[in-house]
């Protein structure tokens, strides 16, 4: 029988110990003991399901999560990170060599954008950057030396949707990978497994944890890919996720669909408002149906996010904006419990040329807002109190 996600995320991936908890126990162990030499070496021959080696291999606790998120998505298996940077690099280092191509849309978060043409060019990958929306481009792009093709399934902060279905086909016409940060649509409402990714990354520390307490990221896709590729690389190289995160990311997946479901409720809300105001430069969302790609929104999601950009004209009026917020917070974290404003010119997209800010949309009065769990109402007064301070001349 087919389980719905919101029972999947309750049971899915569940290890009782001998005491049959109904919380699912911490297992705070870095190594394991074997009843015989031979046990050892058998087991590290090959380990079973259950059987565990080193916990940068993996752990109980670890296991949990990654068959838990696995369910959720859709996927064959997954392999849990210490965040979800490490997920990016870990995914993009294992899966391409020297020589190898890479062709990625050139809407990515900074740090995205150090491991492709930083980190990878360092040492032999070639990447092309494309304008993600220009399915042109990718067609020219995409060679048949092009071993992978990655893009955020929705871009940050700028909330470019990228169709999913169609850059996957000319990927995997020549034979390409197709690896997605899938951040922005979260695991409820991803369907990117259906319409052709190969591997799905989340860093689990925006809306899986979403409650501010711990990092931490997750690479999904088949056990070939998983097992076969992810695996030894992320096992060799030290970036697993530690136990207790592990099992706070467990016990947050109970209430994933419920949290994120009322948070999209009132991004709506708070978007349709927004674009009531005249101060505004723009109100990107990509729930409104002023998004350029509303439709593809709701044929690849159903829903716009937990995430808007706003766009108030100037740093100084942006400056004057968030300071004058008593309730949404300034910090440069998304997908948490509480709302969360940032300015991702001076912050997350500081370091990039302002040539390429300006290619990506990325201008001085542009703020991204993560809507919370907190009254609409009450958000929604805080908000439209804030434009009514930054509008004043000071």
Known sequence: MTRDKR???????????????????????????????????ARFEQAGADEFIYARYGNPTVRMFEE?????????DGFATASGMAAVHGSLAAMTKAGDHVVAARALFGSCLYVLEDVLARFGVQVTLVDGLDMQAWAEAITPQTRLVFFESISNPTLEVIDIARVSALAHAVGAYVVVDNVFSTPVYSKAIELGVDVVIYSAT????????????????????????????????GGAMSPFNAWMMVK???????RVGAQVETANALAEALLQRKELDRVIYPGLKSHPQFALTEAQMGAGGTVMALDVGSKDRAFRFMNALEIILISNNLGDSKSIITHPATTTHQ?????QKDLLGITPGLLRLSVGLESARDLKADLMAALDAAGREV
């Open 7 to 41: 029972t999947l995320a309750v049971h899915a991936g569940t290890r009782r110990s001998q005491f049959s908890e109904m919380s699912e126990a911490i297992y705070m162990t870095q190594g394991f003991a074997y009843a015989s030499a031979e046990a050892a070496e």
């Open 68 to 76: 838990r998120i696995a369910a959720l998505e859709g996927a064959e």
């Open 206 to 237: 925006k809306h899986i944890d979403g409650q501010g307490r711990g990092l931490g990221g997750v690479i999904l896709g088949t056990k070939d890919v998983i097992r076969g590729i992810i695996e030894p690389f992320m096992k060799h190289t």
């Open 252 to 258: 947050s997946l109970e209430t994933l669909e419920l």
């Open 351 to 355: 370091r990039l040329p302002q040539a």
